[in-house]
């Protein structure tokens, strides 16, 4: 199993427009943040988590030429409203791409995508909808799903496990449910939300993830949903041994 990460910044990026960096060295390009989006595969299968609006570019650069099956982590602009570019993987299918995500965010991404889900005119759908169930098989993928709650909604934390190999990914959230801290424990790797130093009221902050990421115990964590105030290089000096900060393009292959 491959996990890729296409994007690890915030809904605005690094840098903001304007050029802000921030604390950001610009003259690293690991500080150069999309927004937040992963791709796991295997062999035969390939799982996108998230169509914010940078995904052309993320597919792109990854020389992407085909998604299996895309899962939402929610309804937020920056991790769904790429969708339009499931219209060129529809074509590589050979049919809509199977999207999955938990009940209420479906319900609220298929109303305001109406058209990506019902087509319009001459142009077919490109998106087919299904409901993310707390645990399911997507092309040989074990996929295990719990909610996290985000400010007034909630966020789906997931679990991927394939031949021994697991990776769990939680962005967008402030606290670890029971389910939610089981998806997480124990895992090969652990992609997480750590937007910032600072307190937010609807991010985790460093070290409350420094705290989780002791109680879980993954073999490996990346930080992501990074903003323009976590330089990648200051990060790397000061985080503990098996935690790391994330970057665009970053790739490992798992078991």
């Known amino acids: 199993m491959k996990l890729r ?20 060295d610009p003259q690293n390009p690991k500080n150069r943040r999309m927004r937040s989006s992963i791709l796991v595969s295997t062999a035969d299968t390939h799982i996108l ?6 995904l052309r570019q993320q597919l792109l650069d990854a020389d992407s030429k085909r998604i299996d099956h895309v899962i939402w982590t929610h309804e937020h602009a920056d991790h769904c409203h790429g969708i339009d570019e499931l219209r060129q993987l529809y074509f590589a299918l050979g049919g809509p791409v199977p999207c999955h995500a938990r009940p209420g965010a479906l319900r609220e991404i ?3 995508f109406d058209f990506a889900f019902k087509g319009t005119g001459p142009y077919p759908s490109y998106a087919q909808p ?4 707390d645990n399911c098989t997507l092309g040989g993928i074990t996929v295990t799903a719990a909610d996290m709650p ?18 769990a990914y939680t962005t967008d959230f402030t606290g670890l449910t029971a389910k939610a801290m089981e998806c997480v424990s124990d895992v090969d790797i652990w992609v997480v939300d750590a937007l910032r130093r600072r307190e937010h009221p609807t991010h985790p902050h460093l070290a409350q993830v420094l705290g989780w990421i002791e109680k879980a115990r993954p073999k490996r964590a990346i930080l992501t949903h990074m903003d323009h105030s976590m330089d990648y290089d200051m990060l790397s000096g000061e985080l503990p041994d098996g935690v790391e900060p994330g970057y665009d393009g970053l790739e490992v292959e798992i078991g």
């Open 5 to 24: 990460i296409l994007g690890c910044g915030t809904s605005s990026g690094v840098p903001r427009i304007g050029n802000d960096w921030g604390a950001c």
């Open 110 to 112: 298929t109303q305001r």
């Open 130 to 133: 299904f409901p993310l169930s």
């Open 150 to 167: 985000h400010g007034s909604i909630t966020s789906a934390a997931l679990r991927f496990e394939y031949g021994g190999a697991s990776v």
């Open 49 to 54: 988590v998230d169509t914010g609006p940078d």
